[in-house]
């Protein structure tokens, strides 16, 4: 069985910045891609950012040049540093790993997520 936790989430002012972060455990053989998803109130969830285990990235454009996403693969944890948050950034943020277990099976596996709240 595979967790991912994340922390860091919470309220801060228009311009501020927080650093999310999501640690996997449990049964992992490895992790291929790790990623951060967002939700807001009626809306549906979309994919904020996204690093695979070669390094590679992809964001959202609303976050480009703001948001960066790093991992250590050492301690299968996620980062992802916040800069200039604006109030539309407001959501909850889910973690997401595609890992492989140590019973070499496919999984993707979700956070219960964290509370982002920017006030204007």
């Known amino acids: 069985q595979v967790q991912l936790v994340e922390s860091g989430g919470g309220l801060v002012q228009a311009g501020g910045s927080l650093r999310l972060s999501c640690a996997a455990s449990g049964s992992i053989f490895s992790i291929n891609a790790m990623g951060w998803y967002r939700q807001a109130p009626g809306e549906q969830r979309e994919l904020v950012a996204r690093i695979t285990a070669g390094g590679s990235t992809n964001y959202a454009d609303s976050v480009k040049g703001r948001f960066t996403i790093s991992r250590d693969s050492a301690k299968n944890t996620a980062y992802l540093q916040m800069t200039s948050l604006k109030p539309e950034d407001t959501a909850v943020y889910y973690c997401?790993?595609?890992?492989?277990?140590?019973?070499?099976?496919?999984?993707?596996?979700w956070g219960r997520g964290t509370q982002v709240t920017v006030s204007s």
């Open positions: 997401n790993a595609d890992f492989l277990t140590t019973g070499r099976s496919y999984q993707v596996g």
